[in-house]
């Protein structure tokens, strides 16, 4: 059993300069102008979400320009006024994370015109203040593109330079805990950052996420491929910024429900099945429904998701092989342990539930707080790790994991020029991982040969070394270049004196070698 709890607290002060690729928010800035192209000094800017009608407001600085730091990421409108200008206004514009979008404003004389609106975004779809590689996963895609497992980290692959990890999938048989699942430019898939909401979300032993998320929540997400900031710290590799829905003015929700029958699917070419089919019956359905508590004020988005699967699968001895393995299992010393190969399907299953909530408040027009709480319980059992073709049921890994997260975060805006941002988490995780097999060891098809070669408190623990006169004494002895078909083996402390036992074409009788744990 594994039990982790990780407290984090960030004070996040910033300029009107500053820019981070980890924060989960955006900028909106731009220079006003009049219809000559002077600078207007002290004009009047005022931005709004048009989701939540909530605003923010600042003054131009005497070269004209405004920047609107920490919004969050939506659909905002811009309006700036000026005494002897008609009144600018312009709406629909998009701002997306970790984007700064620039605008340039030019003003008109009230005489001309007595309110200027414009529908269009005209902000330059470069930003000219980004250094770091980057890939926006927007909502849209999000929801449209298809994917599998619901796993909102799989479209990071829709990166350039980011590759799909092997031992990232929970059948790895290198590791009994899954990592990130994906590589950047070559890089350790454990070396990469996750981050909710500007707040971290690995696992400090794997580098996996930590509490996943359901896709209902998920608002858009970005990818850094290279030339993050390296205050962010945190990793050597790429760092995903994924920011999570939130209530609006109107409510909406959404309900779903998946479900897969092994009755619609081929036979497993590459397993022995024995030409029966492997039953699988899957199921996932979830609901999600956000909007206003107090209008313009108080908003509140909550999900839940849950998947069950029964499966089966079979470790793929071949029936002879496992035959004659039982028969020596069954022979001295090894028959109390009573540890015998399986044949044919076992039962696999697997339940997964992740459900989230989150709380947004404006307090007054300078400040406004976040608090979110996620939970996932995930078991799986038969097929959690050590599920290589030649496992034996007995081997095969059970995973219970439980992880919790409570993060908050406070914004307030100090002036024109500064926004403080204070963030803190509280997150706890429980592993519990334990084999099949409730007493003894787990075995596999190697194993079990090594049962020739020691007694077994030693099975897995034979000496190095090549094949030599005539004996084998490596530290697998199924990777000799023969294997000795049958020896009866006694142990004698830590040497054991074997029967006459052919090796090839070679008949010996002579001292085992000798084994050390």
């Known amino acids: 059993m594994l039990k982790a709890t990780l407290v984090t607290l960030a004070l996040v002060l910033r300029s009107a300069g500053a820019t981070s690729a980890q924060a989960p928010t955006s900028t909106l800035e731009g220079t006003v102008v009049d219809s000559s192209g002077g600078v207007v000094v002290g004009a009047t800017a005022i931005v709004v979400n048009t989701d939540t009608n909530q605003s923010r407001s600042l003054t131009t600085d005497g070269a004209g320009g405004f920047r609107f730091a920490q919004l969050p990421v939506g659909t905002y409108s811009i309006t700036v006024t000026y005494s002897g200008f008609s009144d600018f206004t312009q709406s629909g514009v998009v701002i997306t994370i970790g984007q700064t979008v620039g605008l340039s404003i030019t003003l008109t004389p009230s005489g001309v015109a007595e ?241 989230s909530g989150k709380l947004n408040h404006q307090f007054t027009l300078r400040h406004s707080a976040m608090v979110r709480l996620a939970a996932t319980k995930r078991d799986e059992t038969a097929n959690a790790f050590n599920t290589g073709g030649l496992t034996d049921v007995s081997a095969r890994g059970s995973n219970s994991t439980g992880d919790t997260t409570l993060t908050a975060t406070w914004t307030s805006v100090l002036g024109s020029g500064m926004t403080n941002d204070v963030r803190g988490q509280l997150a706890t995780r429980h592993v519990d991982l334990r084999t099949t097999a409730a007493r003894g060891p787990g075995e596999n098809a190697l194993t079990a040969w090594a049962a020739c070669f020691s007694s077994a408190h030693w099975t897995r623990f034979l000496p190095p070394g090549p094949m030599q006169s005539g004996r084998c004494s490596g530290r697998r002895p199924w990777a000799c270049p023969r294997l000795i078909s049958d020896c009866s083996s006694r142990t004698t402390g830590h040497r054991c004196r074997g029967s006459r036992s052919t090796l090839g074409r070679a008949s010996i009788s002579r001292d085992c070698p000798r084994v050390s744990t």
């Open 115 to 355: 309110t200027v609106s414009v529908t269009a975004q005209s902000a330059s779809p470069l930003d000219t203040r980004q250094t770091a590689v980057t890939t926006t996963i927007d909502n849209e895609r999000i929801e449209e593109l298809p994917v599998q497992s619901r796993d909102y980290l799989h479209f990071v692959l829709l990166a350039p330079g980011v590759v799909s990890s092997p031992s990232g999938a929970p059948s790895s048989t290198t590791s009994t805990l899954s990592d990130s699942g994906f590589s950047f430019a070559g890089l350790r898939p454990r070396s990469n950052m996750l981050s909710i909401d500007g707040l971290d979300n690995n696992d400090r032993y794997s580098g996996a996420s930590r509490t996943e998320l359901s896709l209902e929540v998920v608002r858009e997400f970005q990818v850094v491929s290279n030339g993050w900031s390296a205050a962010n710290g945190g990793a050597a590799g790429g760092a995903i910024n994924v920011v999570t829905k939130s209530g609006t003015n109107t409510f909406h929700g959404d309900a779903f429900v998946f479900g897969e029958s092994g009755r619609l699917n081929a036979p497993p070419p590459l397993e022995e099945t024995a030409g029966i089919k492997p039953d699988l019956a899957r199921f996932r359905g979830g609901v999600s429904v956000g909007g206003p508590i107090v209008r313009d004020r108080t908003f509140f988005y909550t999900a839940v998701e849950r998947e069950q699967t029964d499966g089966q699968a079979a470790s793929d001895i071949d029936p002879q092989v496992l035959s004659t393995i039982n028969a020596r299992l069954a022979s001295d010393p090894y028959a109390p342990l009573g540890t015998r190969l399986t044949a044919g399907l076992f039962p696999t299953a697997l339940t997964e539930t992740e459900w």
